[in-house]
């Protein structure tokens, strides 16, 4: 049977002209037909499989984003409360656990700090006599000079700051003049003094300062505006005395911000536990997990373009494995610690659901285990190990420490770890080895502890995290996807390049042979035309 390409191709021979283009074009479209229709469909599905991969890890990550950021508000764990904000503020730190957090607070003293000021000045860039000063915070000192360089109310301000002594000065300026106000940092140990080594006492003597000698009634120097002092409350009946109004150590896990004082208030300190909002986030939960799976599931499916894509399986791997995968290492061994275990279900179709009963009894049983899960923390067993690396940093799970030296002034701090000796961290700290299952744990030995566990809790937003970054990472699963179909798309333009090349050179090839056999064509009409000549002219002469 001719085709239609076929006959036109025949039509174009049969001709007396021969449509050399219209034939070239019809017989190199036809030679390389097949292989450009599977190209552009090899294209096509590469293009799909990018297109889908990119947006499962845009899946995974949104989901993984979305429930860190929810986390990370606060909302889902237990915060302290104050009975008088304006007096006492208060937040819970990082990872901390505040369930039956009970404590009275009250505030007879405000920390505060060592404030000065000078006499007033005709300006900042007043003379002030040159000379050197000496400043002493605690049993640190520096010393101040003044010459030509910096004779000035605010080179002697800079030549404060500049000190590094916590000690800060500016000028303030007011209808009286330009004064010069010095101020160190709250608490007792900051108090600071300021006196003349060499210069005049009408000249630089007017900024010194010298607590032993100091009258007000009659200064010569620098006028104390403000001593410095701790902060001085009654905790529970028992006195503390700190050097600032913040302060993180007194009450475990807890936050406070002393704002004014009150003596004879008593603030009482107690927990607000989000039952309802863990709740409502468990549930979230589970509708971002069905969401995320429904689209997995579109590209998995037998119509799916990842279907057989490794990547994509490992992730649907992860995923199914999200209720078992442990969240916490709670101290008593029979307290949840999966999502399964607090009423999330997975369905035979692989989708979850909330047994909303279950986890309403769990949280009447045991809420703290549920709110460990939205709280990622870590601790250790003994008080002596200060655990000094970020939350989240390191796998979750429990790893025994052994060998714990504290850091002295001859040797540096050290620690066994799961058998392996730990790594030094500058000279107080350790840390694990790069390759370890613990890597990312850094800790500070306040004492020797002969042996010890330390505990880190990743919770529901560090388990998934660790899903994303596991086959993200240059080594994982779904970038070795991207990579492969990354590859599969530059074949196929190479090929594509080639089929190119090979079809312009097919065309040129046969323009060659038709534009020669056209020539031929037109010569042999040539000769027909004169044979016939000649016979018609042999016919009239035999006439």
């Known amino acids: 049977m001719v085709t239609a390409v076929g006959s036109s191709i025949l039509s174009s021979l049969g001709a ?22 599977a190209l552009t469909k090899k294209e096509t599905a590469n293009t799909t499989k990018i297109s889908d991969l990119a947006n499962a890890i845009n899946t995974i990550t949104t989901f993984s984003s979305s429930l860190a950021s929810l986390i990370s508000g606060g909302s889902l764990y237990t915060q302290p409360t104050s009975s008088n904000t304006s007096l006492v503020q208060v937040s819970a730190v990082a990872g901390a656990r505040l369930s039956g957090l009970s404590a009275t607070i009250e505030v007879q003293q405000l920390a505060t700090a060592q404030t000065m000021t000078s006499a007033p000045l005709s300006g900042s860039n007043a003379a002030i006599g040159e000379g050197t000063l000496q400043l002493k915070v605690g049993d640190k000192t520096a010393t101040i000079k003044i010459d030509s360089t910096n004779n000035t109310a605010a080179g002697l301000a800079k030549a404060i700051k500049d000190a590094n002594l916590g000690v800060t000065a500016s000028l303030v300026t007011d209808s009286t003049g330009t004064r010069l106000v010095v101020k160190g940092q709250t608490g007792e140990d900051n108090a600071f003094s300021l006196t003349k080594l060499t210069g005049d006492d009408v000249g630089i003597g007017r900024f010194t300062f010298d607590p032993a000698t100091y009258d007000e ?61 863990i709740k409502q986030a468990v549930s979230d939960i589970v509708d971002a997990y069905n969401e995320a799976r429904s689209t997995l599931s579109k590209m998995t499916g037998v119509d799916g373009s990842l279907r057989s894509d490794s990547g994509i399986r490992s ?93 002295t002034s001859n040797t540096a701090a050290s620690a066994t770890l799961d058998g392996q000796a730990m790594l030094p961290s500058g000279s107080d700290s350790v840390q694990s080895s790069f390759f370890a299952a613990s890597a990312g744990l850094i800790f500070k030995p306040l004492g020797d502890v002969a042996s010890a566990t330390i505990s880190i809790d990743l919770g529901i937003a560090g388990a998934l995290e660790a899903i994303k970054t596991s086959l993200t990472a240059s080594s994982g699963a779904l970038t070795a996807s991207q990579t492969r179909l990354d590859t599969e798309k530059k074949t196929i333009s190479d090929e594509k390049e080639k089929l190119t090349v090979r079809d312009a050179a097919y065309r040129e090839q046969l323009t060659k042979q038709y534009t020669s056999l056209q020539t031929r064509l037109r010569a042999y009409s040539s000769t027909q035309s004169f044979i016939t000549q000649q016979i018609e002219q042999w016919n009239k002469s035999n006439n």
């Open 16 to 37: 007396s002209n021969i449509d050399t283009a219209s034939l070239v074009d019809q017989l190199a479209t036809a030679a390389i037909a097949n292989k450009a229709a």
């Open 217 to 277: 009634d009659n200064v010569t120097g620098l006028t104390l505006k403000q001593e410095a002092l701790n902060a001085e409350l009654i905790v529970d009946g028992v006195a503390v005395s700190k050097a600032s109004n913040s302060f993180s150590d007194v009450l475990d896990g807890v936050k406070i911000d002393l704002q004014g004082a009150a003596p004879g208030t008593k603030i009482s300190i107690g927990a607000n536990q989000p039952t309802e909002a």
């Open 315 to 407: 992730l649907v791997t992860k995923l199914s494995q999200l209720t078992t995968t442990k969240l916490t290492y709670p101290a008593d061994p029979s307290s949840p610690s999966t999502l399964a275990e607090i009423g999330v279900k997975t369905n035979r179709d692989g989708t979850l659901t909330l047994d909303a009963a279950k986890l309403s009894s769990v949280m009447t049983s045991n809420p703290e285990a549920v709110e460990a899960m939205f709280n990622p923390g870590q601790r250790s067993s003994s008080p002596l190990i200060q655990i000094t690396s970020p939350i989240g940093k390191t796998p979750g799970g429990i790893y025994t420490v052994t060998n714990v030296k504290a850091a």
